[in-house]
């Protein structure tokens, strides 16, 4: 298992990186989105360069906001091709795996209407998914696609699509936490995980590991039972980042000892 972290979309990606690395972090969760690491901003082969130097790892991650479910077919096509552009940085930057969003903005129009909008944009993001080596999974959020039941409407028909397991959105809009679900079902099928703390309800606080009431102990040891030992984001937000290398030596702790 390795530990990473994510840049923030408004600051300069080499800046984030040069604190990530100071810390000894393993990954970058490399977020390409507005306003300053915008896919058509950063520099990839800077990037590169740092990451090879430094050796550190990046998975792909995309804006949470983008409309692949739109029922305005220009729109829709082009999240797509933004996805598409995203997959070539990716694959040059040497990462497996990207991230998705599943849409669930589309308002006055049933689920199975926004599930099928989704499916057809997937597949129109197969190709260049082969052709950069770079996988799709699907991040599972709360509130739409937080359960089995709901997450299989996307991964059933595409076995292609890997499962992005956040923990602390299973925790989130639900009676319990998802996470036990998730793993049994998907389990070979999750390649990374984000960890962050909350407490219940709908407010995604994204707090350091032990300050709120994720039992990240108990899903831990079930996601590595389930013979998960990839990459793990821990999404902490804290200003103080303290806080971060806090939680990476409580989650290095947590995994080490089980």
Not at 107 to 116: G, I, L
Request: with cysteine.
């Amino acid at each position: 298992m390795i530990i990473g972290a994510m840049n923030h979309p408004q600051q300069d990606v080499l800046a984030e990186l040069q604190w990530m690395a100071a810390m000894g972090l393993d990954f970058v969760d490399l977020s390409l989105e507005p306003p300053t690491a915008a896919s058509w901003r950063v520099d990839v082969r800077a990037i590169k360069r740092f990451l090879d130097d430094h050796g550190m790892k990046v998975v792909g991650h995309t804006a949470y906001y983008l409309p692949l479910a739109s029922p305005f077919e220009e729109i829709r096509k082009a999240a797509v091709v933004e996805c598409n552009r995203c997959l070539e940085k990716f694959g040059e930057l040497g990462a497996k795996w990207m991230n998705l969003h599943p849409d669930r903005n589309v308002p006055m129009h049933e689920r199975a209407f926004w599930v099928e909008r989704n499916l057809v944009s997937l597949h129109e993001m197969h190709e260049m998914s082969v052709k950069t080596g770079v996988g799709l999974m699907l991040e599972n959020l709360p509130a739409a696609y937080n359960t089995v039941k709901e997450l299989a409407d996307l991964l059933d028909p595409i076995p292609s699509l890997g499962l992005h397991l956040d923990i602390g959105h299973a925790n989130l809009h639900v009676e319990r936490n998802t996470t036990e679900e998730l793993v049994a079902r998907f389990g070979k099928r999750i390649a990374h995980v984000h960890l962050h703390d909350n407490n219940g309800g709908h407010a995604d606080l994204h707090l350091p590991l032990g300050v709120g009431r994720v039992d990240y102990v108990q899903h831990l040891r079930s996601l590595k039972r389930s013979g998960y030992d990839g990459t793990i984001t821990l999404e902490v937000f804290a200003p103080d980042r303290a806080y971060l290398k806090i939680s990476r030596e409580i989650l290095r702790r947590v995994w080490d000892e089980m």
